[in-house]
């Protein structure tokens, strides 16, 4: 799967905008995470279609936008399971660049985990993922 990142300037009303721009597009969001500083949004984006999330985001002003693969693990949801997963990742000296859930469920929980792009598939290989 792939991730939009988009970095633009904090200001109110910036999460409303993009999920505006999206969905006059008619691209749903699977999963979104947005933080800010006191100058810039980070806003981190899932969805079926990331070309067309790129183009229209692309539009936003003093924008900077950033496309890359992220890997979901489906874990057992309950407690601990979270500090196994990111322990296999640490003990092979992968460095994450984030980690989010995707969804959640009574019998298990999805989890975003984005390696740098240098530690891609020794992440991969960690968990257990082939292509």
């Known amino acids: ?3 939009v990142v988009v970095v633009t300037k904090n ?32 806003t981190r984006i899932l969805t079926a279609d990331s070309a067309s999330t790129v183009r229209a ?15 979901i693990v489906k874990l057992p949801n309950r407690a601990g399971e979270l500090g196994k997963l990111s ?11 984030t980690v989010y859930i995707v969804s959640r469920r009574p019998d298990y929980t999805e989890v975003a985990v984005k390696p740098l ?12 993922i082939r292509d």
């Open 57 to 71: 985001l692309s539009k936003i002003p003093e924008s900077q936008i950033r496309e890359g693969e992220i890997l």
């Open 11 to 42: 200001e109110v009303g910036t999460v409303a905008k993009i999920a505006e721009m999206l969905g006059d597009l008619g691209v749903n969001i699977d999963a979104i995470s947005a933080y800010g500083t006191e100058t810039k949004a980070v």
């Open 1 to 3: 799967m792939r991730e």
């Open 117 to 128: 792009e240098s530690d891609l598939l020794k992440a991969k290989e960690a968990l257990g």
């Open 87 to 97: 322990r296999k990742i640490a003990d092979k000296g992968i460095n994450l660049e």
